[in-house]
């Protein structure tokens, strides 16, 4: 198995996958058959499409490691029937098991399957995910099962529930963007209005749905000077523009009277879920309205494109283990304020 970086997945892990009680066949040489898979989905979260598996494997590898995206498409009675984005990486010597470096996903299974393949699906891929665990040493490894638009828990929970995993709740924040703007804009925390209102009148805001390479360019430079440093590779910029061009993406972004880009979000979206990937604004303006703006704006393009939630991101508390920092918190209140819906995220500690 040979990967788009070069590098053979070593032989060990070759062998897990290809014992394995299930029919799979990677991602990486179908993409166009997964694609087939995830349009038949009745929910597609943002995790599950190349936009951004690409993206997270990019990101990683931009930091260091080994990287195999191992993301397989799994067939039953010889159909596509399951997509799981899946990697291992080696760093320092050290395997790990993730979804890209974000927890596990578990498979989405699409709704043809009748109840008892589903099941069967999910055992096998949990029995896979134990298998290549256990065969690289790696001892525990987490997965997480977010809001998907359905209703009770998965089988991939209960089933590692029964394997004595450990189970901790963290919290997502979600907009319902299926009432008109006019109620959406209603349950927007009070104090945000007038700051949106006041705001739309100090900036000229802008949204890019296509390939300019210019207005890119002067976000990457400000995102540049705001952290003060280089915080990522190249490529992950020019696989988000190129999400821009290909529509699984927009940026929205403002400028002052000058004509200066101060700020900006990148908004990845599906055909169900649109999700904020990254923001970045003049420091020296935080005592004005910036994000609101950009936040509103990007409700509006979501609504328009027929998108049926926003994930807006996490929602930290300070009891949770390990603590949030000071700023985590203060991000996830501010999100907060947009919020219609906050989902349980489940994380799953799995003993291999």
């Not at 936009?51 to 159909?79: C, P, R, T």
């Not at 104090?191 to 900036?203: C, E, V």
Request: charge should be neutral.
């Amino acid at each position: 198995m040979e990967y788009s970086h070069g590098t053979a997945l070593p032989r060990y892990l070759m062998d897990v996958i290809s014992a394995a009680n299930i029919r799979t066949e990677l991602r990486v040489g179908q993409r166009a058959q997964w694609d087939a898979a995830l349009e038949q989905l009745s929910y597609i979260p943002g995790i599950y499409t190349h936009a951004s598996i690409d993206y997270q494997l990019a990101y990683q590898q931009g930091h260091g490691g080994e990287w195999w995206d191992i993301s397989m498409i799994v067939f039953w009675d010889n159909k596509p029937s399951a997509i799981w984005p899946l990697s291992f990486s080696l760093k320092e010597g050290k395997g790990n098991l993730s979804s890209h470096g974000l927890p596990v996903v578990p498979p989405q299974v699409v709704p043809a399957c009748v109840v008892s393949s589903r099941k069967r699906i999910g055992k096998s891929c949990l029995d896979l995910a134990d298998a290549i665990a256990k065969v690289a040493e790696i001892g525990t490894w987490l997965s997480a099962e977010s809001f998907s638009e359905s209703i009770g828990l998965s089988d991939w929970h209960i089933d590692a529930m029964a394997r004595d995993a450990g189970c901790a709740v963290r919290h997502d924040l979600f907009l319902d963007l299926r009432p008109d703007m006019a109620e959406i804009k209603r349950n927007i925390r009070s104090s945000y209005k007038s700051l949106i209102t006041g705001g739309m009148r100090i900036w000229s805001v802008g949204v890019l749905e296509s390939s300019d390479q210019g207005i890119w360019e002067e976000f990457r430079q400000l995102h540049l000077k705001v952290s003060g440093r280089k915080t990522r590779s190249d490529d992950t910029w020019a696989l988000q523009l190129s999400d821009i061009e290909h529509r699984h993406a927009f940026l929205v972004y403002l400028r002052n009277s000058q004509g200066e880009m101060v700020g900006g979000g990148l908004f990845n979206f599906t055909r169900d879920e649109g999700a904020y990937a990254v923001g970045v604004y003049d420091r020296s303006l935080f005592d004005k309205p910036l994000g609101h703006v950009v936040q509103y704006r990007a409700i509006e393009e979501l609504k328009k494109r027929g998108v049926r939630w926003y994930k807006i991101g996490a929602r930290p508390f300070r009891s949770e283990t390990p603590n949030p920092t000071d700023k985590e918190v203060s991000i996830g209140e501010f999100k907060q304020g947009f919020a219609s819906h906050a989902f349980p995220q489940f994380q799953l500690m799995h003993k291999a």
